[in-house]
């Protein structure tokens, strides 16, 4: 039998990961990434080198709460087993594994998703922050989420994102349909929660960006308009920092599991 032709298990996990200090999702040259976190840990029970694909590819320090990811190992464990000897070896690491599912190789973390989630966590205090520093972004200025949340709703909706996109973005194309972007206020802090099949890169933070002017009053929602139908990313307000980005989940069509 070629090497090829071996049999492979593919497993379905959920992970949570504090990406402050890492280089985003992917492995690269230089850095830490969660994917060659993962991959050092799943060699040192399993005894091979194995992918780690994800239903998205975060930036350096944005964290998750509910990234799914697939890996295909060369035996097959019960899935528990898969989460308990990861988590062993992702001691003192920034990921955490939790849970795993046996799936059939029809699953694709990135391209059986149909729909994904992000929350963005703004803290909106003159105080410094403590507890959540490197976990939110740190507004002193007084925002108006009302507004920010009203201005939000010229986004959502099928539109060239162009304006929103880094010039670093690998998408074919900038057109993208939005289906929310809900701004809201509990104390202190302002959650913009959004969701999409797709987003390009730095999407969402820089619509936080923009709304964040919206909400010190900078720019008007006429002029967020006028940036979205720019096409141009030098319309752009601001780039939001990746400190208060977290990816949340990510919805499938159908159940891949395979009981066992």
Request: net charge positive; with cysteine.
């Amino acid at each position: 039998m070629n090497i090829s032709d071996a049999p492979v298990y593919r497993y379905k996990l959920t992970l949570e990961f504090f990406g402050t200090g890492l280089v985003g999702w992917q492995k690269q040259n230089v850095g830490r990434s969660v994917q060659g976190i993962l991959a050092e840990a799943a060699k040192k029970f399993c005894h091979h080198d194995v992918t780690f694909h994800a239903a998205g590819r975060t930036d350096a320090g944005v964290h998750a709460l509910g990234m799914i990811c697939h890996v295909d190992l060369p035996q097959e464990y019960p899935a528990y087993k898969v989460m308990d000897a990861l988590n062993y070896h992702l001691k003192w690491q920034p990921v955490s594994v939790l849970a795993s599912t046996r799936v059939s190789e029809e699953f694709q973390a990135r391209f059986s998703a149909t729909k994904r989630y992000y929350r963005y966590h703004i803290i909106n205090r003159r105080a410094p922050l403590t507890f959540q520093t490197d976990r939110a972004w740190h507004v002193k200025f007084p925002l108006d989420a009302d507004l920010m949340h009203e201005a939000a709703q010229l986004l959502v909706g099928h539109h060239d994102f162009t304006t929103f996109r880094s010039v670093e973005c690998q998408s074919q194309s900038p057109v993208k349909t939005l289906d929310q972007l809900d701004v809201w206020r509990e104390g202190e802090n302002i959650y913009i929660d959004t969701s999409a099949r797709s987003f390009l890169h730095h999407q969402v933070r820089s619509m936080v960006g923009s709304l964040y002017y919206v909400g010190r009053g900078k720019w008007t929602k006429r002029q967020l308009q006028q940036s979205l139908e720019a096409c141009n990313r030098t319309a752009l307000a601001h780039n939001a920092p990746p400190d208060g980005l977290y990816f949340v989940s990510v919805d499938y069509p159908e159940d891949f599991e395979i009981k066992k």
